[in-house]
Each structure stands twice: as C-alpha cells, then as structure tokens.
Nanobody, 125 residues
Framework: QVQLVESGGGLVQAGGSLRLSCAAS????????MGWFRQALGKEREFVAA????????DYADSVKGRFISSRDNAKNTVYLQMNSLKPEDTAVYYC??????????????????WGQGTQVTVSS
C-alpha cells in the first residue's frame, strides 16, 4: 500500500522558516517527480513546487520562488520543502504528491496520483 506522510508543519511568525518532509512508503519513487501543493482555507488547492526524479529540475510557483527550496533523498524515499521568509499568505495545508508518470514533471494536480494527508502551516503576522 502506497503511503505519503508529511511532517514539519506548525505555527511560525512571519519571516520565519519551516522544513516540511514527505516520506513515501509502499514502493520506491526514485523514478518519479514529486510535487508540493497547498490549500488555504476557502481557496482551491494550488501548485507550490515540483522536483524531478533526480532533483535535477525544480519548478516553483512564482509566489514562492526565491523563498522555498525543494529537495529529495531517493535513498530515503523522502522529499523536502524548505520554506524561508514565510508570509501570512503562505498559511495553508501543504500536500506532497507523486507524479503518475515516470520522469514527468508537472504543475497540474491531475498528473499526480498519490497524495499525502497534508500538514498545516500557519504563519502569524
């Protein structure tokens, strides 16, 4: 059974940092891109970042570019999202996901077929 478990969320003041982790189990994901998405209260889920299977390509939403850094450790089947200079508008539930197709990097939710349960990030002003 495939399972993704996010951790590292919490409450932080504006300007602070958090590091999210997403541990995958049930199979290896080393050939698949991993994505980060977030959903704020009352809003649709949106793309945050996606990292290619080997970490060689990383795509970021404009809203987080320069502040967030995604990385992965395939030996640990884990992907990370380092979030710096956090803003109140970053408050959301953050989800990690696995791409459905090998070696395919995408911003579209429909291209991801396994999702974690989400972790809450709250940034106070």
């Amino acid at each position: 059974q495939v399972q993704l478990v996010e951790s590292g969320g919490g409450l932080v003041q504006a300007g602070g940092s958090l590091r999210l982790s997403c541990a995958a189990s049930g199979r290896t994901f080393s050939s698949y891109a991993m994505g980060w998405f977030r959903q704020a209260l009352g809003k649709e889920r949106e793309f945050v970042a996606a990292i290619s299977w080997n970490g060689g390509s990383i795509d970021y939403a404009d809203s987080v570019k320069g502040r967030f850094i995604s990385s992965r450790d395939n030996a640990k089947n884990t992907v990370y999202l380092q979030m710096n200079s956090l803003k109140p508008e970053d408050t959301a539930v953050y989800y990690c996901a696995v791409a459905a197709v090998r070696y395919y990097l995408s911003r579209r939710e429909a291209n991801y077929n396994y999702w974690g349960q989400g972790t809450q990030v709250t940034v106070s002003s």
